[in-house]
């Protein structure tokens, strides 16, 4: 009797034990642990619902149909539960701590940088920013952060002088990137970017600047009609020659008027010279040359063209020919052909401060056939050519000046009385030498001018381009007295 009751005492213990296992098992909660500011993601496949106990410790947010993003809004404590289809409930423990404040301020000195104006500062549990950002972009990032981390409070406002600030700064890359008529001004809390632009690109470039400098900026650009330049351009060709003539210069006939005398003399003693001729004397007129110097000098213009065209566009004349050189191969046959005569491309760009930058080319050739060659049976001629090619910046209406292009050729002529002139030493009687010297000098003058069409200059050229077509149609026209 007293062994069944030791039987039955144990079965109840150990159904007692398998009821508080079950029980306990029954009611385990999971734990989340969260610093304020933190948020974590789940995922929970089967997920149809979840429930928060106390939002201003935790709040959660679903993304998709299986994930959600779990906030810590403020310390303490609360429960998440998560149902699921077709699956037991899912009950969590949240735990929210107050995170420590020197970890904090770390973090958001590293995510705020280092903002000139702004500092950062502990009191109590809290971090303190405080101070006066000098750009929106500073005004902005600390607003930003100040939404991440509760925790952190803003006392931070705008400088009154960073926009005007950012206004010379923008001025300053705006003239580095060569938008002169652009300027950036401070009207009221904005900055507006006033002025206008030669071109489409100049605007795309002004508003990738004012990106960088990271400021909100009102863009009033507006895309102009580029300046024109007139370019006068002056082809001067300089000459000098000199002539030297040296020795006698002996006429090929002798023409004029001679007297002869001639002279015998007999003489009466023996001791003296035998009879025979004893002089002749001859007078005669005849034209001699003796050495002189010739020297001259001139100058010549050999164009003068005038050229109009938009700021930053290329323009170009060229007054000559063309040559057609023959290109012969194995299988083709094909003509080229060669420009020569005076050739002029400029390229002006004019700025509203009234300086031109201006790149210029200038050619004068002419063919030489001296310089020739013959290939395949075909005569090819060369060709003498001078250039000059270079980039300046001036003022309007000044002139440039390029020169030192020269041409320098030497020659001597020989001439001598025949047979006489083949004598050594004695010769040189008979001989004279013409030594000849010719100095060419090219120069171009350029003169830049910004104009529109009521200067006066351009009202003058087309005034004296009709006077000349008039006289030149009243020459060729029905005339009386023709």
């Not at 902005?140 to 803003?154: A, F």
């Not at 149609?473 to 029905?478: K, L, P, W």
């Amino acid at each position: 009797m007293r062994i069944k009751g030791l039987w039955v005492a144990w079965v109840c213990l150990a159904c007692l034990g398998l009821y508080a296992r079950s029980a306990h098992a029954q009611g385990e909660e999971r734990t989340i642990r969260l610093v304020v500011g933190e948020q974590k993601s789940f995922n929970f496949p089967g997920m149809t619902k979840v429930v928060m106990g106390n939002s201003s410790i935790a709040d959660v947010r679903v993304v998709g149909s299986e994930n959600i993003i779990l906030f810590a809004t403020g310390s303490g404590r609360t429960t998440m539960m998560v149902m699921r289809h077709g699956k037991p409930n899912i009950s969590y423990t949240v735990v929210v701590s107050k995170e420590d404040v020197n970890t904090l301020m770390a973090e958001v000195r590293k995510l705020l940088g280092d903002r000139e104006g702004i500092s950062i500062r502990p009191i109590g549990d809290r971090v303190i920013l405080d101070g006066r950002a000098f750009t929106s972009e500073d005004f902005t990032r600390v607003q930003e952060i100040c939404k991440l981390y509760p925790q952190v409070t803003s006392f931070v406002k705008i400088n009154p002088n960073a926009r005007k600030l950012v206004a010379d700064q923008l001025n300053v890359e705006l003239q580095k990137a060569g938008l002169k008529d652009v300027e950036a001004t401070v009207v009221g809390t904005k900055i507006f970017l006033e002025g206008s632009v030669e071109s489409k690109q100049d605007l795309q470039k002004a508003e990738m600047i004012t990106k960088a400098v990271g400021e909100e900026v009102e863009n009033l650009l507006t895309v102009g009609i580029k300046r024109m330049v007139l370019v006068e351009v002056d082809f001067v060709e300089i000459k000098k020659s000199g002539q030297d003539h040296v020795g006698i210069r002996w006429p090929l006939n002798f023409e004029g008027n001679a007297n002869w005398n001639m002279t015998w003399t007999f003489p009466l003693k023996p001791s003296g010279p035998p009879a025979g001729f004893s002089g002749l004397n001859m007078q005669a007129e005849t034209a001699f040359g003796f050495g002189f110097l010739f020297t001259n000098g001139y100058a010549r213009v050999l164009a003068q063209p005038k050229l109009v065209c938009a700021s930053g566009e290329p323009a170009e004349f060229m007054a000559g020919g063309q040559v057609p050189i023959p290109m012969v191969t194995a299988t083709s046959f094909q003509v080229d052909f060669k420009p020569f005569g005076i050739i002029l491309k400029i390229t002006p760009v004019a700025d509203r401060h009234g300086n031109i930058q201006i790149d210029i080319m200038s050619e004068v050739s002419d063919i030489d056939r001296s310089l020739g060659v013959v290939a395949n049976g075909v005569d090819i001629p060369g060709f003498v050519t001078d250039r000059a090619k270079t980039n300046v910046t001036v003022r309007h209406g000044q002139t440039i000046v390029l020169s030192g292009l020269f041409h320098h050729v030497e020659e001597k002529d020989l001439s001598k009385v025949p047979l006489l002139g083949h004598i050594p030493i004695i010769g040189e009687v008979f001989k004279s030498r013409t030594f000849r010297e010719k100095k060419a000098e090219l120069c171009v003058f350029v003169t830049p001018r910004i104009v529109n069409p009521e200067t006066p200059k351009i009202l003058k050229m087309i005034s004296d381009v009709k006077s000349r077509y008039k006289r030149a149609r009243d020459e060729v026209s029905f005339g009386i007295f023709d």
